[in-house]
């Protein structure tokens, strides 16, 4: 049978898991307000988001919704498991929810990222067609 992990840990899990989910959408808000600039290190490494700098703020920007979303979500179900760990089934389900939201949040932002770029690409082309 699972015993109670205890409430130190649990809430010592959820920090590891909910710490860097905030870690990533403070590096996205950074990267969409130009205080973290195109590199190949920090931010989401896609490379229509490495075509320039106006693309890489344009999908950060769009991300970053994505990725307060997330990690709010991740503080959340964390929080939640931490008020369950006294019913071990329930505490390893939400524990894993919350650590699977991470990536899965992740990779919706970068999504949300190539749309904005693509839109944004969609729309310089469209300007420069009736300019002409």
Request: net charge positive; proline share 5%.
């Amino acid at each position: 049978m699972i015993e109670d992990p205890g409430l130190p840990a649990t809430i010592g899990l959820a920090l590891l898991v909910s710490v860097p989910a905030w870690a990533v959408h403070a590096c996205v808000r950074a990267c969409a307000s130009g205080q973290i600039p195109a590199n190949g290190l920090v931010g989401l490494r896609v490379r229509a988001l490495m075509r320039s700098e106006a693309a890489w703020r344009t999908g950060h920007g769009a991300a970053a919704l994505w990725t307060r979303r997330m990690a709010i979500g991740v503080s959340v179900v964390l929080a939640m498991s931490c008020a369950a760990h006294a019913l071990p089934i329930l505490y390893l389900v939400l524990l894993g929810i919350g650590v699977l939201l991470l990536p899965a949040g992740t990779l919706v932002a970068a999504a949300a990222a190539l749309r904005a770029v693509d839109s944004m690409t969609q729309e310089g082309a469209a300007g420069a067609d009736t300019s002409g």
